[in-house]
């Protein structure tokens, strides 16, 4: 059984440059979750995707964030220009919906990437 | 503006005591409430979904209670262990799985 997989698990870059993190779902899962979470926080909502389709955005996903997943299968998440604010652990989710406006089937969370922006 | 808050923000308990993590919200308006636990630098492993029109869902030694009129919900653990040393957290879905996490209860169960 494979879980959620991410990479990098750690990333750290430059103030300024651009960074991709990967995110493999459950194989079999069409829903994908992107979360943001912060030393002493819980995770924040970011962006979710229904196969391929991006549904919801939150307002913390400023112009410089892109999500996308191409085939309804992995998904990437880009930051440009990072800011030191941009530091984080990054979170990716996945669940299976076996209808389309389905609310209650459980999250399953990847480990993250950490990133530091120095 | 959906806010979740949990308390203790930390607990220290010898092995073997039952114990009980707290969790509050301000909007009843919610499809299910979540419980998680997060090891350090690791993500989150799902405990329990407690849906919207349920009042109580277990586990193992785990147990969970929603109240959503009051906006509250409980996690109550049995007889701990070392093992179960690790952050709690609880979310509240508000819809499509947007979930509003709270800061987390830090537990350490020393034996």
């Known amino acids: 059984d494979t879980g959620v997989s991410q990479n990098p698990r750690h990333k750290i870059t430059k103030r300024g440059q651009n960074v991709t993190f990967r995110c493999d779902p459950i194989?079999?899962?069409?829903?994908l979750y992107w979360y943001r979470q912060t030393l002493g926080q819980g995770p924040e909502f970011l962006t979710y995707?229904?196969?391929?389709?991006?549904?919801?955005k939150s307002r913390l996903l400023s112009d410089r964030f892109s999500a996308e997943r191409p085939k309804g299968s992995f998904s990437t998440l880009e930051i440009q220009r990072t800011e030191q604010g941009d530091s984080a652990m990054y979170l990716c989710?996945?669940?299976?919906?076996?209808?389309?406006?389905?609310?209650?089937?459980?999250?399953?969370f990847g480990s993250g990437t950490q990133l530091s922006v120095l | 503006k959906q806010e979740v808050t949990q308390i203790p923000a930390a607990l220290s308990v010898p092995e073997g005591e039952n114990l009980v993590l707290n969790c509050s919200f301000t909007?009843?308006?919610?499809?299910?409430l979540q419980w998680f636990r997060q090891d350090p630098g690791k993500g989150l492993t799902s405990l329990l979904l407690?849906?919207?029109?349920?009042r109580e869902q277990t586990s193992g030694r785990l147990n969970a209670s929603l109240d959503k009129s009051s906006g509250r919900s409980t996690l109550y653990i049995a007889a701990s262990q070392p093992g179960d040393s690790a952050t709690y957290l609880c979310?509240?879905?508000?819809?499509?799985?947007?979930?509003?996490f709270g800061t987390g209860t830090r537990l350490l169960v020393s034996p």
């Open positions: 995707f229904q196969n391929e389709a991006q549904l919801e």
């Open positions: 407690i849906q919207s029109s349920q």
């Open positions: 909007d009843s308006a919610i499809y299910n």
């Open positions: 194989s079999e899962h069409n829903r």
């Open positions: 979310a509240v879905n508000t819809g499509f799985q947007k979930l509003v």
């Open positions: 989710a996945s669940s299976f919906a076996n209808y389309a406006g389905s609310t209650n089937e459980k999250l399953f």
